[in-house]
Structures are given as C-alpha cells and as structure tokens.
C-alpha cells in the first residue's frame, strides 16, 4: 500500500517562502513520476512541478524560476521548494505518484494513481 505524506504547508506574506515535502512509503517500484498538484477555491488543479527516477524535472509556466522540485532517494521524500510566493499561489497542495514515467507535461506527471491528503499553503498581500 503507497501512502504520500505532504508536509510543510501553512501561511506566509507574499515574497516569502515555503518548503513543502512528501514521504513516501510503501513503493517498492524503482521507476516513478512525482509531481506536485493544486487545486485553489473554484479553480481546475493544476501541475505545479514533476519529478522522476531519471530525475528529470518539468513546472509550470506560473511558477518557473520560483519553485524547485528535488528527491532524496535515501528518506523517499520529494521537495517543493516555493520562493517569491504570490497570493496566486494560494491552494491546495498534493503529492501525487506514478510507477509509470513518461514525458512530464509541463508541472504534470503523465499517469497519476496514488495521491497524498494534501496540505495547505496560504499566501497573503
């Protein structure tokens, strides 16, 4: 059973920054995507930032040169690092996972089949 702990959420002035991160455990599979996803009030998720086993990374237009997606392999955790945050940023944020790897689309793994409960990030004017 895979579980994805997201970690590091919470409220921050805009400009600030914030350190998200996602444990996994349970995956046994040597190939994998992680991405991160979010979903604000009213809004379509959207794929922030991707990892995979290659360690190839993709983001989002919205957040290049901002955010940094990063693994250690020896804790399988996966990183957000979020700098320059805006009130845009504002949402949910979930950990999502794959054992298939593939072109990333953007901030997006191609597959998804385990997703984490997410965690909130809050980001004020």
């Known amino acids: 059973q895979v579980q994805l702990v997201e970690s590091g959420g919470g409220s921050v002035q805009s400009g600030g920054s914030l350190t998200l991160s996602c444990a996994a455990s349970?995956?046994?599979?040597?190939?994998?995507?992680v991405g991160w996803f979010r979903q604000a009030p009213g809004k379509e998720r959207e794929g922030v930032a991707a990892?995979?086993?290659?360690?190839?990374?993709g983001y989002a237009d919205s957040v290049k040169g901002r955010f940094t997606i990063s693994q250690d392999n020896a804790k399988n955790t996966v990183y957000l690092q979020m700098n320059s945050l805006k009130p845009e940023d504002t949402a949910m944020y979930y950990c999502?996972?794959?054992?298939?790897?593939?072109?990333?689309?953007?901030?997006?793994?191609?597959?998804?089949?385990?997703w984490g409960q997410g965690t909130q990030v809050t980001v004020s004017s």
């Open positions: 990892i995979d086993s290659a360690g190839s990374t």
């Open positions: 999502a996972a794959d054992p298939r790897r593939g072109r990333l689309d953007g901030g997006s793994c191609p597959w998804v089949r385990y």
């Open positions: 349970g995956y046994t599979n040597g190939s994998y995507c």
